[in-house]
């Protein structure tokens, strides 16, 4: 019998990248370079339909239309494909030096509610 994955993608870390799981929020810690091959990776979501999971390091990602905000996982992300490439916009701003470092998504304030738990990025070069 064969198991079948709820992810419908897993997305690893570029080589020398990390992540720091906090109380509200995970942070993807990198060069430039990582960061950018991050943001490449999350732009790819924007091919998933929603109720979508993807594995993103120690995290899940549920592409949503809607925020729940209603299940108590700290592992769990959920936003719509919309605000995934605006992340990875701000991603991209972060290493060009439009946004600081490190930067947490709530901080742009594009959703509404906000995130529960949240997700950054931090540069490091």
Do not use: W
């Not at 997305?11 to 995970?26: A, E, F, T, Y």
């Not at 091959?37 to 999971?53: T, V, Y």
């Not at 919309?82 to 901080?107: C, H, M, R, T």
Request: proline share 3%; charged share 35%; hydrophobic share 40%.
């Amino acid at each position: 019998m064969r198991l079948f994955s709820k992810y419908k993608l897993r997305i690893d870390l570029p080589k020398g990248m990390s992540s720091r799981i906090d109380d509200n929020k995970i942070r993807f810690i990198g060069t430039s370079n990582n960061l950018i091959e991050l943001a490449h990776e999350i732009r790819k979501l924007n091919l998933m339909e929603n109720g979508d999971f993807i594995k993103l390091d120690k995290v899940d990602l549920r592409v949503s239309d809607e925020i729940t905000n209603f299940i108590n996982d700290k592992k769990l992300i959920e936003m719509p494909r919309q605000a995934l490439n605006i992340f990875a916009s701000k991603i991209l701003e972060v290493v060009d030096g439009y946004e600081d470092s490190p930067f947490d998504f709530n901080d742009c304030g594009y959703l509404s509610p906000r995130l529960d738990f949240d997700i950054g990025v931090e540069l490091i070069d």
